[in-house]
């Protein structure tokens, strides 16, 4: 039972915001010393199942590519075609955004997008000229354009989580691969977990998806609203 | 026959490269140690070699993984300033070469299914052309020396320096956060071993009416995404929740398919991440960026994303893992 406080040492250290790897190292000695394993088993089970999980940080390889197409604008790139997006209501841009995320990400292009790479200089004001456009051009009222700008993040967020682990050289698969495998001796295949992360994949679209076409009926009625309440304070001066 | 642990020593020499690199980097104040870092983590890849064939000891790489932990435990591993192009620069070569941009990125994936799926079907000489059970790594490695390839022809850019550079950028910046998976998997072994998975899986059985299915899947799921939400990453729920209940009972006691089960699993996870202020760098980071007054906002319109989505993953384990 004793050794279960390796666990909480996990969630404390991660709930208290400690470096990550301190977490995990002071963890598994822990760990290790409350299983009754001695110094020389617990440095023998870190080296063995560090040897035999190294599929996990593989994705490395790929950085050198990725990195030739950043220096050569791929970011901005990205952003000239959703630029071509211009005239669509703030929840459908938003869809069709939150898609090509998930689409992208799913071959493993997830640093195309991102909340300071996309979303700042793009998606949020994109959004936010969508939403002014139905307000017939004026200015958005301070509630309404902070919850376009969280729908901005949220789009993004939902897409990228829910469209990278169908690229199987992301590290969330590799983790799955690399832990199972090291742990109980068996054998899972990157491909078989990157398609089963497509039903949910789909899921997420359909339900992030209408309910940013919602958002858009609730922005309507939001926004007659808050003219009606700034005419009335209008016409009370 | 291409083995696998041939391509594990590419990556370790691009890490050992990239570390001397670093060593040399005056722009990085921490240069030393984190040169260190990512030589000593090139090595390893070397050195795990003859570890898995039991040709050399344990021990030795147990306290280089130590070490590791340190350097980037102790915010010892900084970033320099990498010589890249500008804003105004990248878009000007975004105009440039278009959408061709795109062609090297998808050459990797690509290159990587189709090694997956077609390549295992024809031999050479009676040998097959990859080491069975490794043929996606394989994969992802063939297709990334491809996209490299592909890269440098579409951008007319002759020197691999270039790339290499390029990529030690990306390397500094994601910094020793590159290495956390990887160490959680260790976690998870280390688990394993000292038998947390077993004390865990009595406590479970008390819970856990007997073998009542959606019981044991909803379990699964809500324990990912409850403690993602305390911890903020799903990485580090993963071996907690897959020692307690994802491998003992819906695996192993109740037969359910493997790869369905931990793939839905993680996922359940990450519907855990859109709704945690503690998963900063996804849901705070994002409020800054966009100066907003309320800084849970981004949080407050995907958290009902995020519990639909669990309920949808448990739904899906139920119905197609079993």
New interface residues.
């Given amino acids: ?1 004793i ?2 406080l ?2 909480l040492v ?2 404390l250290g ?2 208290t ?1 400690r ?7 002071v ?2 000695i822990v ?2 010393a ?4 001695s110094p ?38 990205a952003r ?2 959703i630029g071509k997006l211009g005239n669509l209501t703030t929840g459908r841009f938003l869809t069709l955004y939150l898609l090509l995320r998930q689409l992208t990400a799913a ?3 997830q640093t195309i997008g991102g ?2 790479q996309s ?2 200089p793009m998606i ?1 004001p994109m959004a936010e000229a969508a939403a002014e456009r139905r307000n017939g051009g004026r200015p958005l009222p ?1 509630a309404i354009r ?2 376009v ?6 789009a ?3 897409g990228v ?2 469209g990278e ?1 169908i ?3 992301i ?6 691969t ?3 495998n ?3 001796h ?12 497509i ?2 994949a789909a ?2 679209f359909l ?2 998806g209408a ?1 940013l076409l919602r958002f858009d009926r609730a922005l309507e009625r939001e926004l007659v609203v808050a003219n009606a309440e700034s005419d009335v304070e209008e016409s009370a001066k | 026959m291409i083995k ?1 642990e041939w ?2 020593w ?2 370790g020499a ?2 050992i490269v990239m570390g001397l690199q670093t060593l040399l980097d005056r722009s990085n104040a921490k240069r030393y140690t984190s040169g260190t870092f990512w030589t000593l983590l090139g090595a ?2 070397f ?3 003859w ?2 064939d039991k040709s050399a ?10 070490i ?3 350097l ?4 010892l591993v900084g970033k320099g300033t990498p010589r ?2 500008g ?1 105004k620069q ?10 061709k ?2 062609i ?3 050459t ?2 690509v290159v ?2 189709l090694c ?2 077609v390549v295992p079907k024809f031999h050479f000489g009676g040998h097959v052309i990859f080491e069975k ?1 490794n ?3 394989l994969g ?2 063939v297709g ?2 491809v ?2 390839g592909v ?2 022809w579409v ?1 007319r ?1 002759p020197r691999v320096s ?10 500094e910046s994601m910094g ?21 998975g077993t ?2 899986g009595k ?1 479970t059985e008390k819970i856990l009416p007997n073998g009542q299915l959606l019981a044991a899947v909803a379990l699964y799921c809500v324990g990912m995404f409850v ?1 993602t939400v ?7 729920a ?3 929740m ?2 307690a209940v994802g ?1 003992p009972v819906l695996v192993q006691h109740l037969h359910g398919n ?3 089960v ?3 699993g ?2 359940a996870g ?1 519907c855990g ?2 709704c945690t202020p ?1 998963a900063a760098n ?2 705070l ?3 800054a ?2 100066e ?3 800084q849970y ?2 949080i ?3 958290a ?2 995020g519990f ?2 669990l309920a ?2 448990i739904l ?1 384990i139920y119905f ?1 893992a079993f």
């Avoid at chain 2, 990248?90 to 959408?99: D, Q, V, Y």
């Avoid at chain 2, 270039?162 to 390397?171: F, T």
């Avoid at chain 2, 305390?230 to 580090?236: E, K, S, T, V, Y």
Wanted: with cysteine.
């Fill in positions: 039972m050794v279960l390796g666990v996990v969630i991660f709930a915001r470096n990550p790897l301190l977490v995990v190292g963890a598994g760990t290790g409350l299983g009754k394993l020389d088993e617990i440095l023998k089970t870190f080296g063995e199942s560090f040897a035999s999980s190294r599929s996990v940080t593989i994705f490395a390889i790929t950085l050198p590519v990725i990195g030739l197409l950043e220096r050569n604008g791929l970011q901005q790139q000239i075609l071959v493993g292009l909340p300071a979303v700042r949020a301070e902070e919850k700008r969280s729908h901005a993040a949220g993004d967020t939902v989580f829910f682990d690229f199987l050289a590290g969330s698969i590799l983790l799955i690399g832990l199972v090291a742990t109980y068996t054998h899972l295949e990157p491909l078989d977990l990157a398609l089963w992360a039903p949910t899921c997420a339900v992030h309910r | 696998a391509f594990y590419l990556v691009v890490f390893t890849f050195y795990s070699s570890v898995v000891p344990a021990e030795p790489l147990g306290i280089a993984v130590l590791l932990i340190c980037g435990g102790f915010n890249t192009t804003e990248r878009t000007e070569l975004a105009k440039r070469f278009g959408n941009l795109f090297p990125a998808l990797i994936p990587a299914v997956a799926v059970g043929e996606t790594i992802l490695g990334a020396i996209a490299l890269g440098m951008l850019e270039v790339p290499i550079h390029a990529g030690r950028g990306l390397l020793w956060a590159l290495l956390l998976p990887q160490l959680l998997a260790v976690l998870g072994a280390i688990f394993q071993a000292a038998g947390v004390q865990v406590v403690f305390i911890m903020g990453n799903a990485f580090a993963f071996p907690v897959t020692a491998w493997a790869p369905a931990m793939a839905v993680m996922l990450f991440t859109l503690m996804f849901n980071v994002p409020a960026l966009l907003l007054k309320d906002g981004p407050k319109v995907q009902p994303t639909i989505l949808c993953n899906i197609f």
